[in-house]
DNA sequence: ACCTGAACACCGTTCAAGT
DNA sequence: ACCTGAACACCGTTCAAGT
């Protein structure tokens, strides 16, 4: 029965106040981290890598992190940063709820090794904290109260990150197919031969460009999460 | 420009028919890896430690399976086989739906390692399927139609996971913290001082119970999804 | 048909030593 | 204060060889 406490690398002063003169700094690193993130996914970032990429040693980077999971809160933090979560004030609730939705959908999308992060990784970087207050700050103009305005922060959220990081799932696994994917989902529903209901939806999405598909899936499921959460705010 | 086709363990057929004699099956290997995952998590679960596990040499389950990856198609789809997809014809479309979501949650909870499959791998397993064919058997009964079924069906998962995931995240970050975690908050709440609404709100949520508050949590999404998927339904 | 062992190309991390 | 190199304890995977 360990009894070791939780560390965050948001619970710790860098080592450096980013702004001396020798040596490399967090955001050095985090920018490269984030190049090689995108270039070669979650699998590609080690820390041997991005040494080499910073043009020192492999193990340097040690000076500046405890350890690669300190480097993987940095770079998620950089992704909340991407995300625009407007004035609830300016544009009514809703729709503030709708955009932050969409654009954390394209935000994951974009750096798709964040798929794998979230839900890992507690967010409490500066950025994530920003977005959590503004997000926080819509429920609150939508009229709820209490523990509700967290409860209706995390139904949102929950759908969009349940919603976008299967899509990441199956793109990466579809990577490399040159047609349409017709084969493919032949294929599926071959498996799914035992189920006749199943299968004949499977080849029903056809003629659809899958990438479209997913949009409206995303705005269906988006306007039911929020009709479901406004109807809880009529007593 | 690789052309290399995806893909699934379920896309062919296992090397032993499952009733043979000699050496082992892919059952003993599934359930010998079931073990050692909810024993050590992912992280846990080596090539070499199964082998041992299995009184084999390290390399031996390559004979059975392609690569890890594989393995873990297989213990994934073992998840869905334990989650209860009730028929909508006897309860009603919208208890079949409510009993479905809280069961793929606590089986997340039961075998927290799964957190880190679902979204990575494809759900094409026997059980997966099952599973789907249930629930869209249920969004179709409530009324939808054509692409709307999925779409319902893809809302409520993506709600399920992306609540049941993060949960199991600070779970497993807390782990080893003996008392209720007020330091822990603390520091949180010391982290977001520059949001005077956030760290009030991290700080009110002091004496509550961190899994009854889950819950609650929870069963308000639930019902809100429901709720904005029912509203679909009134044209 | 099934399993082994050695080997390859990687990992994250530690630590004494350098400047 | 910052960085290096060697070393440790791991990985997944391949493959020739055994039975």
């Known amino acids: 029965m360990t009894s070791k406490q939780y560390n965050s690398v948001w619970f710790r002063e860098p080592r450096k106040p980013a702004g001396s003169s020798p040596g490399r700094s967090r955001e050095e690193i985090v920018a490269a981290a984030m190049e090689l993130l995108d270039a070669e996914g979650l699998a590609g970032l080690s820390m041997r890598k991005l040494g080499a990429r910073l043009g020192a040693g492999a193990t340097s980077l040690y000076w500046y992190v405890a ?8 770079v998620y933090d950089e992704i909340w940063g991407e995300m625009t979560a407007p004035d609830p004030e300016e544009v009514g609730w809703r729709n503030a709820a709708s955009i932050v939705a969409h654009s954390m959908r394209q935000v994951i999308l974009r750096h798709r090794w964040s798929a794998d992060l979230i839900g890992r990784l507690p967010a409490l970087g500066p950025n994530s904290l920003m977005v959590a207050d503004q997000t926080r700050k819509t429920f609150k103009l939508a009229g709820f109260a209490g523990a509700d305005i967290d409860y209706a922060n995390a139904t949102l959220t929950a759908f969009v990150f349940g919603m976008t990081i299967p899509e990441v799932a199956w793109d990466t696994a579809m990577a490399g197919y040159d047609y349409d994917g017709d084969d493919l989902r032949q294929t599926v529903a071959k498996v799914a031969a035992d189920y006749p209901d199943l299968s004949d939806a499977i080849s029903a999405t056809d003629y659809e460009d899958p990438r479209v ?9 988006l306007v039911s999460v929020l009709d ?4 809880r705010l009529v007593t």
């Open 228 to 231: 479901g959460l406004e109807r």
């Open 67 to 74: 350890h690669k999971d300190e480097l993987l809160e940095l």
């Open 213 to 221: 598909m997913r949009e409206l899936c995303f705005d269906f499921g």
